[in-house]
């Protein structure tokens, strides 16, 4: 008999909710930065484990919104906490709670879902400084379980899968066993040429860009031709992104053709463009055009 279970992972920003969907699924379905603020929509890994499987939603971090583009980001958390089989809040291994934490249990509480307490990046803590995160929590929010993990070494992710197995419920599985993400993959394309803006470049600059791809086309030789658009929120940004002799953006596009190329299993001929869209992060019209629409 098969089983399946709809988890929602939710988390203040840069906690690590990414990096644990993709070591879940096993292969990266969201994109990773040490910037606040990378993921920007829902983003739904597949792990298939025996009978089980385990739609994971992985959600923007949940943070006070300062712009549209953060109404709508925290309004995708919102949404993705209630009607699921289980949500996983991910802390830093600190012994406090912070305000995101606070609201989220807040919601937590009003969905009526099962909560699970994930402490994440036990590699950077003395394991004996565990209790007293736990004893943190526990004093706010009576969650079903709590289980210290490791994204990056992969240490408790067995245990957090068992734990995840009593929440899944008899029924066919949602998505074929070979499926990953339900993520298209020109989107897939962007958020990849994305992490590299958020890796390359500094404070304010990479959060206000999209990435939006423009051309995708396969050569009868299997090459793929692709084309991607950057948009940026003002002159001085395009400046930046593109560099002295255009060498910033040089080196982002040779980042990201090695990622793309990984991920198509192909040969990939990338060209980049970078437009300005003054303030699209407040406009709802742009956002729409971005597809951050509900
Ligand atoms: N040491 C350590 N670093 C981690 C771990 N998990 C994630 N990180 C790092 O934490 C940073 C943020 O990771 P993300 O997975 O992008 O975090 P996120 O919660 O998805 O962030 P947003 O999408 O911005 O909300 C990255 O630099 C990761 O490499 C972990 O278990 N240990
Ligand atoms: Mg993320």
């Not at 289980?147 to 074929?176: C, M, N, Q, W």
Request: aromatic share 6%.
């Amino acid at each position: 008999m098969t089983k399946s279970a709809m988890i929602t992972v939710c988390g203040r920003p840069n906690v690590g909710k990414s990096t644990l969907t993709n070591a879940l699924v096993g292969e990266k379905v969201a994109i990773v930065s040490d910037k606040p603020q990378t993921t920007r929509n829902r983003i739904t890994g597949i792990v298939s484990r025996g009978d089980t499987q385990f739609v994971l939603m992985d959600t923007p971090g949940f943070h006070k919104p300062r712009t549209r583009l953060g109404d709508y980001m925290v309004n995708v958390v919102r949404e993705s906490v209630a009607d699921v089989d289980c949500v996983l809040l991910l802390v830093e291994p600190v012994a406090s709670v912070g305000p995101q934490e606070e609201a989220l249990t807040v919601h937590l509480r009003e969905a009526k879902v099962p909560a699970i307490l994930v402490i994440n990046k036990i590699d950077t803590v003395d394991k004996s400084r565990l209790l007293e995160v736990m004893a943190a929590y526990s004093a706010v929010y009576p969650f079903d379980a709590i289980i210290p993990v490791s994204a990056k070494t992969g240490d408790g992710l067995d245990e957090l899968l068992s734990e995840l197995d009593r929440y899944a419920e008899e029924g066919p599985h949602l998505f074929p066993e070979d499926m990953i993400t339900d993520q298209p993959e020109r989107q897939i394309c962007a958020e990849l040429v994305r992490e590299k803006l958020l890796s390359c470049l500094d404070k304010e600059i990479p959060h206000g860009t999209a990435v939006e791809v423009s051309r995708f086309h396969e050569r009868e030789d299997g090459v793929i031709d692709l084309e991607v658009t950057i948009y940026c929120e003002k002159d001085s940004h395009k400046g930046i992104i593109i560099g002295k002799k255009g060498a910033m953006l040089k080196k982002i596009g040779e980042l990201a053709r090695a990622d793309l190329e990984e991920f198509l299993g192909a040969k990939v001929y990338l060209q980049t463009w970078v437009k300005v869209k003054e303030n699209w992060r407040d406009s709802l019209h742009q956002l729409h055009n971005f597809g951050f629409t509900e």
